[in-house]
């Protein structure tokens, strides 16, 4: 079987991805806060581009569904939104059972990107190695990074580098499994940084960014690993992203 | 002052390159060659697109010049051209006092997109420590992987990650220098594998691809470093590579 990583949602022409397992990964945030919310009882998330998208998803479900609004634009939550896009936010009390509808600049982006895929997965540090018992089943994965804003991201490309030394174990490689030169790039990125992960959330440009405008807490929460077995799955026949436990 | 790693040419629009030093990196083969070839006294060589191309500039030229075709498609000579992109090929009976035409695939496709760059240098890891004196006067310097086809190549990032840690030092980053994401994944896949550069050119997609089809002894030539002070110099009003010699 073959891993990939491509770094950006815009390099994705260039390969195929059609037939293939898709784990998004934009580590800082959208990936986090959708396994946080699913972890914490949410209904589902409909991942949408713009906010005035969002508005209108909102009027035509709200008959039959509790709706709640989040996301964020330039990190900050959106003006007239109930939520922004810090995992701490989306606690059981204020989204069990709830519809969420999300717009985030890189990440719900990036899961819309990928719909050419066979099955879209959302990958982040918390339910890193949930994913890659789901990946294990013997197909091609693609490990996409959602970057920000066009450039890439270095806690994107290390977490994936964290699921392609899960896959291919610690060695050097006779594993049996094929990567391509962006997984190795990204298992390289993670073997320098093992030590540190925070510290990768801290260093990288938006994680720096983050902290400026008063997130830092976010990147702790964000460096977590392992911390649920919640496989996130989009389902582009009804838009929606829903649990998928761990088999 | 910043380093900035690109790793495709097709990322540049979303950078900005102008007026700032832009150094080309592909280290299999083009970079690696183009310094060879300045090493042992070629006059200057242009790099062209296409093998039309090429024919045409030496018709323009060889009345005045003495010139001889270069380059590669799928890694093998094009036909008709006197040589491939081999270094090895490049010796100094061969090719002193000569005008090179040279057309690659990649490299010399990424020479040419980089010209908005006030400055566009050749690196490889052959002159990597001259190009990284140049680039220490101070200025923002952007460092640009070739790839291959559209896909990222490891090669091409370890090599900037060796330019990178050159640049810093080998501590964590006191040095003042401000690196962006890219250069932090490339010094991390560098730090990863430094102990094994040519094992590094070997795993790579198009190392692979180099050595089935014969080019095996091209990955150890590729993977020597510091065997050359010449900072090769792309002048846009010429369209001609010439010789820097590193002060």
Not at 126 to 154: F, P, Q, T, Y
């Amino acid at each position: 079987m073959k891993v990939s990583c491509i770094f950006l949602p815009t390099l994705i022409a260039d390969r195929a991805i059609a037939g293939r397992i898709c784990v998004v990964f934009d580590v800082l945030r959208a990936s986090t806060t959708i396994v946080t919310a699913l972890e914490n009882g949410c209904q589902r998330i409909i991942p949408v581009a713009t906010p005035a998208e969002a508005q209108k998803m909102k009027e035509k479900l709200s008959g039959s569904e509790s709706v709640l609004l989040a996301g964020e634009r330039e990190g900050r939550r959106i003006a007239g939104f109930d939520l922004g896009n810090s995992p701490g936010e989306f606690t059981a009390e204020r989204i069990r059972g709830r519809t969420i509808i999300m717009c985030t600049t890189n990440g719900t982006a990036a899961i819309l990107g990928a719909q050419g895929a066979r099955s879209v997965l959302i990958g982040s540090l918390a339910n890193l190695g949930a994913v890659v018992r789901r990946a294990r089943v013997g197909e091609d994965v693609i490990l996409l990074c959602a970057g920000k804003e066009g450039g890439i991201s270095l806690e994107d490309i290390v977490a994936c580098g964290a699921f392609v030394e899960a896959m291919v174990g610690e060695g050097s490689g006779s594993s049996g499994i094929e990567l391509d030169d962006g997984a190795m790039v990204a298992l390289e990125a993670f073997r320098a940084s093992r030590d540190d992960i925070v510290g990768v959330l801290r260093k990288g440009n938006h994680g720096r960014y983050l902290e400026s405008i008063g997130f830092g807490r976010d990147l702790e929460t964000c460096a977590q690993r392992d911390v649920s077995d919640i496989v996130p799955y989009f389902d582009a026949a009804t838009g929606s992203i829903e649990v998928r436990v761990a088999e």
